[in-house]
């Protein structure tokens, strides 16, 4: 199993540019998320998607938009990129059942915004 | 107030020692509380979860929760080289559709 795959592993952007980037999971999990990553602030929700057909606002959603393609594929896409969107993005998915739940994380987007 | 909330570091342990890592968290109703290594570079990976007041070891690891103190720790016995790495520790609550949100993480160093 490959578990979460991430496409690509690193993109620069000049402003205003637009990009999508793609996930994938083959472990058969309903939940999927998209993550930031930048210094001294850990990881913050984008997005969330609890199951096939559903997508929900996290933290910081402003400037972004997902769709959940199928069970396993999980998309964001940057419609008009910023300096500020420069960061590391992971894509996630999980079971969970009651209070339980594994996350498993992508290898990562390393994304440049010029 | 952040919602979960972690010592930046850097925390310097000798090999052999015992590392601590610490984490508060704001909301009382959480009821799932994570701990996840990142090494440089690379993505994070779950290596404990605790849902129940007290300690619960795993090999060299040991998380501590206290709801009453909204505390939660990780210990690190007989620290080796290979833990050198940021520690984030995860908490999923019951508001905001069950969402598990992230400290930003401790850096951990352990020195050969």
């Known amino acids: 199993n490959a578990g979460v795959t991430q496409t690509p592993k690193f993109q620069v952007l000049k402003t205003g540019q637009s990009m999508t980037l793609q996930c994938a999971q083959d472990?058969?999990?309903?939940?999927m998320y998209w993550y930031r990553q930048d210094p001294g602030m850990g990881l913050r929700l984008i997005y969330y998607?609890?199951?096939?057909?559903?997508?929900d606002k996290g933290e910081v959603p402003n400037g972004y938009n997902v769709s959940r393609l199928n069970k396993r594929e999980f998309s964001l896409r940057l419609e008009s990129a910023a300096p500020s969107q420069t960061s590391v993005y992971f894509c996630a998915s999980s079971e969970v059942w009651g209070a339980q739940e594994t996350q498993y994380f992508g290898p990562g987007t390393r994304l440049l915004v010029l | 107030q952040k919602e979960v909330e972690q010592n930046s570091g850097p925390l310097s342990v000798p090999e052999g020692a015992i590392a601590s890592l610490n984490c508060t968290y704001s909301d009382r109703g959480s009821q799932s509380f994570f701990w996840y290594r990142q090494y440089s570079g690379k993505s994070p990976e779950l290596i404990m979860s605790i849902y129940s007041n007290g300690d619960k070891e795993d090999g060299r690891f040991t998380a501590q929760l206290n709801k009453a103190s909204q505390y939660v720790s990780l210990l690190i016995r007989d620290s080796q080289p290979s833990d050198s790495a940021t520690y984030l520790c995860?908490?999923?609550?019951?508001?905001?559709?069950?969402?598990?949100?992230f400290g930003a993480g401790t850096r951990l160093f352990v020195k050969a």
């Open positions: 995860a908490v999923r609550g019951d508001t905001g559709g069950f969402k598990t949100i």
């Open positions: 998607s609890a199951s096939e057909g559903t997508t």
């Open positions: 472990m058969n999990h309903n939940s």
